[in-house]
């Protein structure tokens, strides 16, 4: 648990640096939905074993599923026409695609560390030749490259990603390419390696979204049990003091407790992240237990804070002791 805990924090963190890539297929998520994220869409029903990564494919590239012989999901990548052939016949395959799965052969034995990393001696005891192995890293997610020579001097491509999980279970992913070719076309290893050289951690937005908040220009929605609340922050340039707008659509059923609300800059230079609020909270709805949540709420610049008509009440503002936020709550 204390792994996936302390992979959950990095990947959020990581993500500030590494949520941009120069990836040449990269498509924008512009509707602020899980469902629109690729990596939900390429990896259906993977839950806690999804990557939390934007794989640089090109945008043609679709996800076919389907189970191997031990129950276990297995997904083919690639575009539509190829899917139908090799799913009708793999022999009449005449593009790429990619196939991906969790072996029970495969492990992450340690941070940066694969079980294979010892077995390469031995494929080449089983006829396989000309191993190479490039170690590499998807943000926090450790990678190994694999390309090698099968016995039948047909050239095999592999990537596997650790996922960070006590599990210790791998993700690995196949070159597949026309079985009438001894190895891919040039077009087809230029896609691979742009996969494996520039698929990068969500951006920040996106990781938001992933872990479950709807984040939209000026505001977040986070939901509850069965209430979604809304989140609005503005920071006053004159004292960096932040003031934090939280909305209920029936106060009556729900009360947030805002346990802390850090203020976490915009990092200049190469700019990866606007201003936002860090909060650590519990959402407590009539008849259900309280949801503990921690969230990311972006702010706006201001010279003088916007109040409106609803604001006017005193007593829903709530200043934590030694804080600069502070909290108005309908």
Known sequence: MLL????VIAVFYTSLFYGANNCPYTTFNTQHKKNAIRIFQLLPGLGKMLPLVDPCLPAEFIAITEEDSEGRLQYYWGERKHLDAYKEDP??????????SLPSNFS????????IDTNYAKWMASGFGQILVNKGKWGIFPTRE???????????????????????????????????LKSPAQVHLKIWKDFITKTALLNHSELMVARGQSVHKGYTDVRGVSEVVRFKAQKRL??????????????????????????????????VS???LDIDMTLIEKQHRGVRKTIQVYYDYCDAFVFSSELLSPGLFLKKPNSQVVIFQN
């Open 274 to 276: 606007p201003g936002y």
């Open 238 to 271: 004159s004292d960096n003091r932040v003031f934090l707008q939280i909305f209920t659509p029936n106060s009556a059923n729900m009360v947030v407790d805002v346990q802390s609300a850090k203020d976490r800059p915009a990092l200049y230079g190469d700019i």
């Open 108 to 115: 992450q034995m340690g941070h940066d560390r694969f079980n």
């Open 4 to 7: 996936r805990v302390i992979a």
């Open 146 to 180: 694999i390309r090698m020579q099968c016995p039948k001097k047909r050239a095999h491509y592999k990537l596997c990603v650790g996922l960070n999980d006590e599990s210790k279970q791998v993700l690995v992913f196949e070159l597949m390419y026309p079985v009438y």
């Open 91 to 100: 022999s009449k395959l005449t593009g790429m695609l990619v196939k991906v």
